[in-house]
C-alpha cells in the first residue's frame, strides 16, 4: 500500500494517523528514533514543533509524516528551504511518495502543479503569498526547513513573515543548529492559539569523530583516502583556494579504473562549456569535484549527482554544501576555523561550524563520520621541526618556532575544541520593510494600513527597530504614490480600503530593487529620440543592481591596464600615470545624469542613503561588445566567476521585465530583452528550462545526471536575430579598426569561408572608397541587418554604414538554424564583404 492508501477514515484520530505512518515507515525499512516518534506525536496532534536534532537524525521523514497529516486533514502544505536546489531535490523525493498529481512546486522563476495540495517553495516565495494572502490563505501547515536562515542578514525576512501573517497554519520549523528557542515557542502559541513542542536530540545516528591535524593538507587527503574515509568533502573560506586545491589533488590516482569508466559513461552526453567547464571536466574524470557559488548552477548540480553516486572521492569547495543538499559525505576536513564575512575576517561561529561539521556521517550511508579540522600552516611546520628534532633537549631549544602571518586571523587547538562543544548562538530577527513588501500587502483585500500596522509592530524586532521600520515604510509608501505605482481612494471602499495599486501595471510588474521607485522616475528623464535610449534605460536599471564585485573589478583592470598602455604610448611619465590612473574605473554610462537625479530623488527620500546608486555596464558592455556569454567571460577572465556573472545577468532580465513600464518599452528595447533572456537560458537552463518544461508533473520522474537541453536557440526568433545581429556587428567593429587578422581568426574558430586574406583584400577595396566605418547605434539597429530566409537557412546581409551614407557595401553570410540547434550556439558562414 503506498502511504497515501492508508488515510485514516477518521482525519480527528491521532492514534490512527501516527499508526498508519509509522506502519508505512517500517515498510520502507525505517526505524523511527525517539526524536522523530515524538515530533510526529506532536504533529498529528495539531501541535506547533520545533525539531532541532542533528544532521542524519530524519528530519526530513518527519517532514513527511507532517504532509501526510495535513492531506490526513484536507489542508493545504508548504515546504519551504533556502535554496532551488534544495527545493528540487525535496519536490522530487516528494513525488516519489505522494505521487506526481500531489506535489507542486514555486521557485519564483516558475511554477508546477502550483494548485496540489503539497507545494515546495523557497521561503520568499511563502513570505510573498503570507503578505499578499496573510490569514485568508489557503495553508494548513507549513514546513519550513534549515530555519536557522531566520538569521540570515538579507534573508531572514523570509522565515519571518509567514510566522506572523500566517496564524491560521501548524508549523513544524526544522534545523540542526538552532539554539535556544524559547522566545519562538511563546511567540507561536500566542501567534496560532496551539501548544508548541521542542523536541531536541543531542545524539546522532551516524557519530562523529573530531580530529586536529598537524600533517599539511595534501598528506592529511591522501592519508584519508587510503583509510577509506572517502567521500571527502574539503571546505575552503574562498573559491580560489577551493579550485586550487582540487587541481592540486590530480596527481593523486583517487579512483579506480572501473570508476572513472562509471563517471565518463554517466557524463557522455554533458556539454561542459569553454573556461572552467573543462576544467571541471578534467577534475570530475578525475573523482574530484568542486561546489562553490561562482560556479553554474548545471556544474554545481553535476557534482551533486556524482557525489550521490558516489562517484567522487573528494569534493573541494566552500561551505555551499552545508545548506542541506543529501550528498553523502564520510569526511569533511576544515582548512581553516577563519573566514571573511564580507567586511572582516573572523573565527567561525559556532553555528555555522556545526552547520558544515554536520554534513560528514550520513544515515544509510555511513556508520560513523569524521571532521577533521587543520591545523594552520605555521603550526605544522612548527609541529614537523619538532618532531625532527625528537627527543634531543639541545635540538628542541634551535628550534626557531614560525609565528602567524602578520595581521591574519588565525585559530589553534583550544578554537577548535570549543567549536567542537558549543552550543549554536541564538537566532536574531532580522525583518526588514522594501517596496516589494508594501506592494504586495497593497493587493491584499482589506485594509493594506491595517495588516502593515501589524507586519510592522508584531514582529520580533525591538521597540527601537520597529520604530525605523515605520519610519521606512511611510517613506517607501510615499515614494510609491510619487511614482505612480499606487493611489489613494476617496472615499474609502466599503472593506475600509484607502490605498490599491493604480490600474494598467503590467502582469507580473514588480519592484524588486531598493531604487526601482527612483528608476520609475529617471525613465521619464530619457530621450526616446536618441538612439542609445533602449540602452540608457539598461544603464538605469542597472544602476539599481546589486554590483557584481568580481565583474567591476576585472573591467576596472583591464581599463587601467588599457589606460597606461595609452599614456606610455603618448609619452606621459610615470607619476602622472599613476595620478591619471585613480580617475579609471568600470565603465559607468549616464553616470552624471544618473547622480544629478539622484541627489535630486534623496531631498525627498532621505532615507535611501544606504542603498547607494551604483552606475555600471554589464548587460550593455556585453551587448555593445557584441559578445556571447562564454567570450565575455574569458574576455574579463571571469572563469571562477561566471555563476555570478549569470546571476547578475539573470537579475537584469528580471527587473527589465518586472520594473520597466509599458509606456518605456521600445522595439529596440524588447530585443536587448529578449537577447538577455536567451543568454541566460542558454548559458545554463538545469534551473530554469527544466522546471518550466516540467507542465507534466510524470516527467518529473526522470532524473538524470546530465540536465535537460535547454529550449532550441532558434525558437525564439527575435532573440536569434539579435544574436546574428551581434555576431555580425562586431565583424564591423573589427572592420573599422582594419583587423583582418583578428578577422580571419573570428572566421577560422566559426568555420566560415571567409578566410584573413580575403577580409583583408576586400577592406583594402573599401578603404581605398571610404576611409571609415560607421560603428555608432544607428550602424547596429535592426534596419542595417537584411534577412532572407530559405528553409532552415537564412542568408544575411549585415549593410556597412558608411560616411557618405551610400550603404553599397555588405557583409554576407548563411545562418544554418538546425546546425545552430545541434550546436547550442550560432552557427555563422561569413561568405564575403562586397560591394553592390
Request: negative net charge.
Amino acid at each position: 500500500m503506498s502511504l497515501l492508501d492508508r488515510l485514516p477514515a477518521d482525519s480527528d484520530d491521532a492514534d490512527a494517523l501516527f499508526e498508519a505512518f509509522g506502519t508505512w515507515a517500517e515498510e520502507q525499512g525505517l526505524s523511527l528514533y525517539p526524536a522523530q516518534e515524538e515530533a510526529l506525536i506532536e504533529v498529528v496532534t495539531g501541535a506547533n514543533v520545533i525539531l532541532s536534532t542533528p544532521t542524519g537524525t530524519g528530519k526530513s521523514l518527519v517532514a513527511t509524516g507532517a504532509h501526510f497529516a495535513a492531506l490526513a486533514r484536507g489542508q493545504r502544505t508548504f515546504y519551504t528551504a533556502p535554496i532551488k536546489a534544495l527545493v528540487s531535490e525535496k519536490f522530487f523525493a516528494l513525488i516519489a511518495v505522494f505521487g506526481p498529481d500531489n506535489v507542486g512546486m514555486l521557485t519564483g522563476d516558475a511554477a508546477v502543479n502550483a494548485q496540489a495540495p503539497i507545494i515546495c517553495c523557497t521561503a520568499e516565495v511563502l513570505a510573498n503569498i503570507a503578505l499578499r494572502e496573510g490569514a485568508s490563505a489557503d495553508i494548513g501547515q507549513v514546513v519550513m526547513d534549515e530555519f536557522h536562515f531566520y538569521s540570515e542578514p538579507d534573508r531572514g525576512w523570509a522565515w519571518q513573515v509567514p510566522l506572523i501573517e500566517l496564524p491560521q497554519a501548524q508549523f513544524v520549523l526544522m534545523s540542526a543548529t538552532l539554539g535556544d528557542v524559547t522566545r519562538f515557542v511563546d511567540d507561536l502559541s500566542r501567534r496560532t492559539g496551539r501548544n508548541t513542542a521542542v523536541v531536541s536530540s543531542a545524539t546522532r545516528p551516524v557519530p562523529l569523530t573530531y580530529l586536529w591535524a598537524l600533517t599539511p593538507m595534501h598528506e592529511t587527503i591522501e592519508e584519508l583516502l587510503t583509510t577509506h574515509q572517502a567521500p571527502v568533502y574539503v571546505v575552503h573560506f574562498t573559491q580560489a583556494s577551493a579550485l586550487e586545491r582540487a587541481q592540486a589533488l590530480t596527481s593523486i590516482n583517487v579512483c579506480t579504473r572501473e570508476e572513472k569508466d562509471k563517471i565518463a559513461e554517466l557524463i557522455g552526453g554533458f556539454r561542459f562549456s569553454p573556461g572552467f567547464g573543462k576544467t571541471l571536466s578534467r577534475l570530475v574524470k578525475h573523482g574530484i569535484g568542486v561546489h562553490h557559488a561562482g560556479m553554474l548552477p548545471k556544474y554545481r548540480r553535476l557534482v551533486e549527482q556524482l557525489a550521490q553516486a558516489g562517484l567522487l572521492k573528494v569534493i573541494c569547495g566552500t561551505d555551499t554544501l552545508g545548506v542541506g543538499i543529501n550528498v553523502p559525505i564520510r569526511t569533511v576536513v576544515f582548512t581553516g576555523l577563519s573566514k571573511y564575512d564580507g567586511r572582516r575576517q573572523r573565527m567561525l561561529k559556532a553555528r555555522e561550524f556545526h552547520q558544515i561539521a554536520g554534513r560528514a556521517g550520513r544515515a544509510g550511508f555511513d556508520t560513523a563520520g569524521t571532521v577533521v579540522v587543520q591545523a594552520p600552516e605555521h603550526v605544522v611546520e612548527n609541529h614537523r621541526l619538532v618532531l625532527k628534532a625528537g627527543d634531543d633537549p639541545k635540538k628542541l631549544k634551535r628550534v626557531q618556532r614560525k609565528k602567524a602571518p602578520e595581521g591574519q586571523v588565525t585559530w589553534s587547538e583550544d578554537t577548535f575544541d570549543r567549536l567542537v562543544v558549543a552550543e549554536p548562538e541564538a537566532l536574531v530577527s532580522r525583518m526588514r520593510v522594501t517596496h516589494a513588501m508594501l506592494l504586495n500587502v497593497i493587493a491584499r483585500e482589506g485594509d493594506p494600513f491595517v495588516a502593515m500596522r501589524r507586519l510592522l509592530r508584531d514582529n520580533h524586532e525591538d521597540p527601537r527597530s520597529q520604530v525605523r521600520l515605520v519610519r521606512r515604510a511611510i517613506a517607501q509608501y510615499r515614494a510609491l504614490l510619487a511614482a505612480g505605482v499606487v493611489e489613494r481612494i476617496d472615499p474609502p471602499g466599503p472593506d475600509g480600503r484607502t490605498v490599491r495599486l493604480v490600474a494598467g501595471l503590467q502582469l507580473g510588474f514588480a519592484l524588486n530593487q531598493p531604487l526601482s521607485t527612483y528608476a520609475l522616475g529617471v525613465f521619464d528623464v530619457l530621450d526616446p529620440e536618441v538612439p542609445t535610449y533602449a540602452l540608457d534605460v539598461v544603464s538605469v536599471v542597472e544602476a539599481t543592481l546589486e554590483d557584481p564585485r568580481p565583474v567591476l573589478g576585472a573591467q576596472e583592470h583591464k581599463a587601467r591596464g588599457e589606460a597606461v598602455g595609452e599614456m606610455k604610448a603618448d609619452g606621459i611619465e610615470y607619476d602622472e600615470r599613476m595620478e591619471l590612473l585613480d580617475e579609471v574605473s568600470w565603465p559607468k554610462p549616464l553616470q552624471d545624469m544618473l547622480e544629478h537625479t539622484y541627489e535630486v530623488y534623496r531631498r525627498s527620500h532621505p532615507w535611501v542613503a544606504e542603498d547607494a546608486l551604483s552606475p555600471k555596464s554589464v548587460v550593455r558592455d556585453m551587448y555593445e561588445r557584441a559578445m556571447t556569454f562564454a567570450e565575455y567571460v574569458a574576455f574579463y577572465g571571469l572563469t571562477r566567476s561566471e555563476g555570478l556573472v549569470l546571476r547578475y545577468l539573470g537579475d537584469a532580465y528580471r527587473a527589465l521585465r518586472q520594473t520597466v513600464p509599458d509606456s518605456v518599452r521600445t522595439d529596440d528595447l524588447e530585443d536587448i530583452v529578449e537577447w538577455l533572456g536567451a543568454v541566460v537560458r542558454q548559458t545554463d537552463s538545469s534551473l530554469l528550462d527544466e522546471w518550466e518544461q516540467l507542465s507534466d508533473p510524470t516527467r518529473v520522474l526522470e532524473k538524470d545526471v546530465v540536465p535537460p537541453e535547454p529550449e532550441n536557440i532558434t525558437a525564439n526568433e527575435r532573440a536569434f536575430t539579435v544574436l546574428v545581429r551581434n555576431a555580425l556587428f562586431r565583424r564591423v567593429e573589427l572592420a573599422a579598426l582594419n583587423r583582418w587578422h583578428q578577422l580571419g581568426e573570428l572566421e577560422a574558430e566559426a568555420g566560415s569561408t571567409m578566410t584573413a586574406e580575403d577580409w583583408r583584400e576586400s577592406l583594402a577595396s573599401y578603404f581605398a572608397e571610404y576611409d571609415a566605418i560607421d560603428t555608432g547605434p544607428d550602424a547596429r539597429g535592426p534596419r542595417m541587418l537584411l534577412v532572407e530566409k530559405v528553409g532552415r537557412a537564412w542568408e544575411v546581409q549585415q549593410v556597412v554604414g558608411d560616411p557618405e551614407g551610400n550603404h553599397d557595401w555588405r557583409i554576407t553570410a548563411t545562418v544554418d538554424l538546425d546546425a545552430s540547434d545541434a550546436e547550442g550556439e550560432l552557427v555563422l558562414d561569413v561568405t564575403g564583404l562586397v560591394q553592390l
